[in-house]
């Protein structure tokens, strides 16, 4: 589940975003949580292990066809 909203994260209803600390988040909640935290993407702290993170790519069906 994503832990900025606790919904069921599922990439095939709406595009995840995995930070490179490992956590991964709803792209609509980590983009909000940076936009209500004042933070720029190369101040971004992981909201879960507080470490320094950017985001990866977007998880979605285009990136995982893609993939394969």
Known sequence: ECAICFDVMDH???PLTPLT???TFHEI???????TAGVALEHLKCPVCNRA??????I???TLAMAH
């Not at 993170?53 to 977007?58: D, L, Q, Y």
């Open 53 to 58: 993170a950017s985001a990866a790519t977007v």
């Open 29 to 35: 909640c980590i983009t909000n949580y940076m936009q």
């Open 60 to 62: 979605d069906d285009d």
């Open 21 to 23: 600390c490992a956590h």
């Open 12 to 14: 095939r209803v709406e």
